[in-house]
């Protein structure tokens, strides 16, 4: 049989952690190879074309387009103000002229004399690029960006909402299975990173946002919630622009479910560090999830990333169960089976026998456990 | 067509989103047969970005699975990495073919001056290519121009097409709609590094003007008019351009497939020569059209995937094919999408027992962030089943309102007939006509139950009259779809023995009377030598047991006001064929079917329906 591989999320306290921090469009890069950068820098920058304004000219003259070159005023690329002069008709005996200005500040992009339409352009818009890491510029991409690397405790979340953001982390929950009090967020949670236990519910969320919280971490999410948080139905998982004041990270899905013991600890280990997050998520065509990214010290020497490869089920592997039943428990592989094998819904499937952390021994389909790699 | 006979093994390879399904076909005693399958993920994306790593996975596990099924060591289908063709007598394989709907398939935008008629006609050529189609944008579409310039801009499509004006017709709407495009100045999805391809089929007058506007910006191919006039359609030229650069460009940029495309090679007259990838979609519609023509019939398919549902059907006696795609519609990816569009309640009608709305929400999500997933408890499977008849229930209404009259490839029309049915729009989607259903995709080719797919396909595409049942045995009809390029007898051959397996006929009269009147009166000899005879209540479901290759003879009476073809209360004495689940009488009403509101009511007759089908084990409807 050919390999068995599945889906697998990382959890672990040390990675070569390598992020491409690249413009929308070609700009400017702001840094150069081997500047240590903090999250907030700058690394590029770049001006976005403004919005495009098309502008009915002849329409506006009252001719047909192919007269319009009498009248008019301005050429291809010229910049323009509010109220700029476009037009001018003749008028008879130089009486009644009208004029046509221009509606907006920017430039003039094309004219057509076949249509009669101006194609007007807002004025470039500044985009910035920050480094939202903490790390060394090791590569620069001309014009484009720059790649950075650090070594971080790190974590892939499974979903999220919101854009990057960094703080301090501060673990309110107890245990990985609390469901966290909205009144122990108080003023001194302003601008960290949260960590809940099995569920942000949506009173923790709104307190969250009102006490002014970078970031939310949690092991669940409630489906309702999130849908009275943002005032619609996610359809297709395509997140991380929500603008809702601040960003969540799901360590395990939706519903009330136990965060991962070790990715608990590994938040109380760095209790206090400060920590990237972002919620960006997007499970087809470029797989993305949010990410957890704690930096810690290095040595520049030290920066080799691991070359990547698929998760593959051994016995041994750590494992996370990720349908009912037992959704959300992690547990060791302890078989591998192969002959295909019915399972409650009758469905044939390829199995593995794994032992669960409470000591329960299971048969669950391969398809239904993500390893946990480290 | 290729040499059919001197091929010896074939390797066709489907490259999905998730996973890359491999088959191995081989001629055996005088016929092609499918033998073995593979399947390993899909490695189009980040960490290994290189398709070739999936295919190779897949194709070695169908090396290994042949070597235990013909306990043969030496049997051998890779060299060297990639997949081994050769002449050579009982080595590798003569041809390998492969189809391709991975990162997200071919995405395209499209463009018209009249939103229903060149607009729908350039949707149709790019849908018919195997594309999603992400917008259409058209002079007439009531959006702002700004606000079209920001949508193409934002959409980044792979390619654009450009229709618009008949030959020799007015140039200026057209040319707007170039400026539009030009001033958006899109950006390609897989990368800056290339020009993005617009493909120009409008009006043949315009041809510079679209030339002095896009050439420079874009990589401009122009073609022949889609609508030459306004009674015809011509979508072959367009079609085939957006084939050819769906090679060139868009498989191109994506991880890998340069190298794939190197592989695919197949003997045509004695030469081996290369075999385009195909967009999975273009290659299940070829499948399709060629079932409909090989027996003279009306076809209806569909394919629901995890992230979006197709509909291909061939209806009429002129055989019109129209292919739709609900891009957010599916099982998996787009699952959370199904409860958006149909609402919980929706969902929630077809489950015959009680479950906590807000655990159903999460269960969604959680199959939509983890759509690998599979139902390990039945109440799960109920619950996926649920969501599945209302996935198909909408891509078919999309489906019904796409497939509407004008919209023949190359059929002649009369002017005012053109006109009234382009803005009436009347569907050519016929249930009553239909003959064959055939549903495909993980939910009904992989149901636990043949009779699960039964289920969901009659109550999602509530077929009427007298209508033949089947499913795609694993999901091979994309790569029998390419393969139909080198060899239509393999592709047919295996089409019938390996690929459809025939589920029975679902006989279902049109109409609604009182629920204590009787529907249907059927007199049925069953193959067993029995004979069913019964005056069926308004209302029910029966299940006889017809199997496969066999057929029955009825005699079937609908009562007065209802019909099952021959007109109301016509009766008809007809063959009814059978299947691994049978023939189906179902009474329930069409047009309307109607499921009672109330809980109380609705949850028994569920039950009640589903006993009878044989649907589910009897421990989840008691």
Known sequence: MAQAYSPGLTVTDSIVLRKERILPLKGKVLVKKGDKVKANDFVAETLLPGKVVPFNLANKLGVDPKFMKDYIKIKEGDILKKGTMLAQTKGFFGMFKSIVKSPIEGEVESISTLTGQLLLREPRIPVQVAAFMDGVVVDIIPEEGVIIENKSAYVQGIFGIGGETNGEIKVLADAPDAILDPAKIDDSCKDKIIVCGAIATLAVIKKAQKVGVAGIITGGIDDQDLKDLLGYDIGVAITGHEEIGLTIVATEGFGNINMAKKTFELMKQFEGHKTSIHGFTQIRAGVMRPEIIIPIKFEVEELKVKEAKMSELLIGTTIRVIRQPNFGMIGKVTGLPEKLTPVESETLVRILEAELEDGQKVTLPRANVEVIEE | ?622
């Not at chain 2, 139950?449 to 109550?459: A, E, G, K, Y």
Request: aromatic fraction near 4%; charge should be negative; include cysteine.
């Open chain 2, 1 to 622: 067509m290729g040499d059919a006979q001197k091929l010896k093994r074939i390797i066709a390879t489907d490259c999905g989103s998730t996973t890359t399904k491999s088959i191995l076909i081989e001629y055996i005693d005088g016929e092609f047969r499918q033998t073995v399958r593979g399947e390993a993920p899909t490695t189009v994306e980040k960490p290994l970005n290189d398709v070739t790593r999936g295919v190779i996975n897949a194709v070695t596990e169908l090396e290994e699975l042949a070597r235990i099924k013909y306990n043969d060591d030496s049997i051998k289908f890779t060299k060297d990495n990639k997949i081994w063709l050769t002449n050579k007598e009982d080595q590798g394989v003569d041809a390998y073919v492969s189809t391709s709907s991975a990162g997200g398939g071919l995405q395209m935008m499209v463009t018209g001056v009249v939103a229903r008629m060149t607009g729908e006609s350039a949707e149709r050529a790019a849908l018919g290519a195997g594309a999603i189609v992400m917008d259409l944008i058209a002079s007439n579409d009531k959006r702002a121009n700004h606000e079209k310039i920001e949508r193409i801009r934002h959409l980044r499509p792979d390619m654009i097409l450009m229709a618009g004006g008949v030959d020799g017709g007015t140039t200026k709407h057209v040319a707007e709609m170039a400026e539009l495009v030009g001033a958006a100045d899109p950006k390609p999805r897989l990368g800056s590094s290339y020009k993005l391809p617009v493909i120009y089929a409008g009006n043949n007058k315009a041809r510079d003007i679209i030339k002095e506007t896009l050439d420079k910006k874009t990589d401009l191919i122009i073609t022949d008019n889609l609508r030459p006039t306004l009674e015809r359609e011509n979508l072959g030229p367009a079609r085939d351009k957006i084939h050819d650069l769906f090679m060139e460009h868009v498989m191109a940029q994506a991880p890998g497939y340069n190298k794939l495309m190197s592989w695919t090679k197949g003997p045509i007259n004695g030469k081996l020569v290369d075999i385009p990838i195909m967009p999975t979609p273009a290659a299940v519609g070829n499948i399709m059209q060629t079932i409909a023509k090989v027996n003279n019939i009306e076809v209806l398919g569909v394919d629901i995937g995890g992230a979006t549902t197709d509909v291909f059907s061939v209806f009429t006696e002129q055989r019109v094919f129209n292919r739709t795609v609900s891009a957010n519609l599916g099982m998996s990816y787009s699952i959370s999408n199904v409860l958006a569009t149909a609402g919980i309640d929706n969902i929630l009608r077809w489950v015959p027992f009680d479950i906590d709305k807000s655990m159903l929400r999460n269960m969604i999500k959680n199959k939509m962030i983890r759509p690998t997933t599979i139902p390990q408890q039945l109440e799960e499977l109920v619950l996926e089943q649920a969501i599945a008849k209302e996935a198909l229930r909408y891509a078919f209404i999309q489906h019904k309102e796409f497939a509407v009259s004008l919209k023949g490839g190359q059929r002649q029309r009369e002017i005012s007939e053109a006109f009234s049915q382009s803005v009436s729009g009347d569907t050519i989607v016929n249930m009553m006509s239909l003959d064959l259903l055939v549903g495909s995709g993980g939910v009904l080719s992989h149901a636990p139950r043949r009779n699960q797919s039964v289920m969901m396909m009659i109550d999602a595409f509530l077929p009427e009259g007298i209508t033949r049942l089947a499913v795609d045995s694993i999901f091979m009809m994309p790569q029998l779809g390419v393969l139909a390029e080198i060899s239509e007898k393999a592709a047919t051959e295996v089409f019938e023995k390996d690929c459809l397996i025939y589920l029975g006929t679902c006989v279902a009269p049109v109409g609604k009377i009182k629920h204590n009147k009787v529907s249907l009166t059927a007199k049925i000899e069953l193959p067993n030598g029995e004979t069913f005879e019964e005056e069926i209540p308004f209302g029910e479901l029966r299940l006889l047991p017809c199997g496969v290759d066999e057929t029955a003879k009825a005699t079937l009476k609908p009562a007065r006001g209802l019909d099952i073809g021959a007109g109301k209360g016509q009766e008809v004495e007809t063959e009814l064929h059978g299947g691994v689940v049978g023939i189906v009488l179902d009474t329930r009403g069409r047009d309307p079917f109607v499921l009672p509101d109330s809980a109380e009511e609705r949850v028994p007759l569920l039950k009640k329906w589903m006993k009878e089908l044989d649907a589910y084990p009897m421990e989840i409807l008691e």
